[in-house]
């Protein structure tokens, strides 16, 4: 039960820390196989005509059971070609998350766009530079019922649900809209080479997340910076890095790994086995009150360390991928988790048809 209550104890700070953290995003550790919701500018990027993608993401379920954190993502994409080696990207994509036995819930729909120009290259060369943007409406939502309060408790240890919370609320869910901005540019090489690099800006619109009619409380804009590519070493052998850092507010997340591709026959058979390892860096809060002086105040110290290592695994057939990730939890919070951090799958599924350009884009 201590660990239970040390959980609960750290994730009601992290998930509530009210006017500073303004609440944070959702995220993938496979990020690259989420690709419209690492980067709008990612929106039919890719080396078919359309894209199917699947993500579901489960964490803390060892501890916190029917109330882990759970978080899914549907979307699709089409790429639309312009000219003679433009594209067009369209895109549509629906993801929700729901946290804690509050369900603290958020609910996303959106729309996607980007335009992909030509920057030169020849046969055995290309690059490109997209620019994209999407929009959305969201709502959010929390069951106040299942909230617990202070004046709930009578001192003795005992436990009344139906005791006034003396608590109120303005609202209990509540709509936003949501807009983002990006950019991405890579180069491709016949011999599978690849690199990217891309940029983007969530939430710029900077939409309310108060309960309160009364208070403003701006979903802090997060900035996205990514990048990788694909290191051939050989006939059937590739090395694939990436990387991925992101800024919302005063909290910091960094994503960084490498994986090793064996194509099981030609490249053109699309057939391929990946296993990796990554760490996550984020940025830890460490507080107390500080008694010695009057009055008592909180101190906070800020520091980046290591969160979770993740170990992956993905196989590609034809046109459809599979990826597998674990979350080995290596923070403090191990002392309630035993390093039990969170498990994802992922799925993809392509659908090339007649159009089909040669080196367009690395393989996702």
């Given at each position: 039960?201590?660990?239970?209550?040390?959980?609960?104890?750290?994730?009601?700070f992290?998930g509530s820390?009210g006017?500073?953290a303004?609440?944070q995003?959702?995220?993938?550790?496979q990020f690259?196989?989420?690709?419209?919701?690492?980067?709008?500018?990612m929106t039919?990027v890719?080396?078919?005509?359309?894209?199917?993608v699947?993500n579901y993401?489960?964490?803390w379920s060892?501890?916190?059971?029917?109330?882990a954190?759970?978080?899914?993502s549907?979307?699709?994409?089409?790429?639309?070609p312009?000219?003679?080696?433009?594209?067009?990207?369209?895109?549509?994509?629906?993801?929700?998350d729901k946290a804690?036995?509050?369900?603290?819930?958020?609910?996303?729909g959106r729309?996607?766009?980007?335009?992909?120009?030509?920057?030169?290259?020849?046969?055995s060369k290309?690059?490109y530079l997209?620019?994209g943007?999407?929009?959305?409406?969201?709502?959010?939502?929390?069951d106040?019922?299942?909230?617990r309060?202070?004046t709930?408790?009578?001192?003795q240890g005992?436990?009344?649900p139906?005791?006034?919370?003396q608590e109120t609320?303005?609202?209990?869910?509540?709509?936003f809209g949501?807009?983002s901005l990006g950019?991405?540019?890579?180069s491709?090489?016949?011999?599978?080479?690849?690199?990217y690099?891309?940029?983007?800006?969530?939430?710029?619109?900077r939409?309310n997340?108060?309960?309160?009619?009364?208070?403003?409380?701006?979903?802090?804009?997060?900035?996205t910076?990514?990048?990788?590519?694909?290191v051939?070493?050989?006939h059937?052998f590739?090395l694939?890095?990436?990387?991925?850092?992101?800024f919302?507010?005063?909290s910091?997340q960094?994503?960084?790994?490498?994986?090793?591709?064996f194509?099981?026959?030609?490249?053109?058979?699309r057939?391929?086995?990946?296993?990796?390892?990554?760490?996550r860096?984020?940025?830890?809060?460490?507080?107390?009150i500080n008694?010695?002086?009057e009055?008592?105040?909180?101190e906070?110290?800020?520091?980046v360390?290591a969160?979770?290592?993740?170990?992956?695994?993905?196989f590609d057939?034809e046109y459809?991928?599979?990826?597998?990730?674990?979350?080995?939890?290596v923070s403090?919070?191990r002392?309630?988790?035993?390093?039990?951090?969170?498990?994802?799958?992922?799925f993809?599924?392509?659908?090339?048809?007649?159009?089909v350009?040669?080196?367009?884009?690395?393989?996702?």
């Open positions: 039960m201590r660990k239970f209550y040390y959980l609960l104890a750290m994730l009601f992290l820390y006017e500073e303004k609440s995003d959702i995220h993938f550790s690259y196989m989420s690709p419209l919701n690492l980067n709008p500018a039919g890719m080396q078919c005509n359309h894209r199917f699947v993401r489960n964490q060892s501890v916190l059971r029917g109330n954190y759970s978080t899914y549907l979307s699709y994409d089409h790429k639309i312009v000219g003679r080696d433009d594209y067009f990207g369209v895109g549509a994509s629906l993801w929700g804690g036995e509050s369900n603290f819930s958020t609910t996303q729309l996607s766009g980007s335009f992909s120009k030509y920057m030169g290259g020849d046969r290309s690059s997209v620019a943007a999407d929009f959305g409406v969201a709502q959010r939502d929390l106040f019922s299942r909230l309060w202070g709930q408790h009578d001192g005992g436990f009344d139906n005791a006034d919370p609320f303005d609202r209990e869910n509540f709509f949501d807009v950019l991405l540019w890579f491709t090489w016949n011999n599978g080479r690849s690199m690099f891309g940029a983007a800006a969530h939430h710029v619109n939409p997340q108060s309960f309160f009619g009364d208070n403003d409380i701006e979903l802090y804009t997060k900035y910076l990514h990048g990788g590519g694909e051939p070493m050989g059937d590739a694939v890095p990436n990387v991925v850092a992101m919302q507010g005063p910091f960094f994503n960084g790994g490498l994986s090793a591709r194509d099981l026959g030609s490249r053109m058979d057939q391929s086995f990946q296993i990796g390892a990554w760490v860096l984020v940025n830890n809060y460490t507080w107390g008694t010695s002086v009055p008592a105040v909180v906070e110290d800020i520091k360390g969160d979770a290592i993740i170990l992956t695994s993905r057939f459809f991928g599979l990826g597998f990730s674990y979350d080995i939890n403090d919070l002392r309630a988790t035993n390093g039990n951090g969170a498990f994802e799958f992922s993809i599924y392509y659908i090339c048809g007649k159009e350009r040669g080196v367009y884009c690395p393989r996702w």
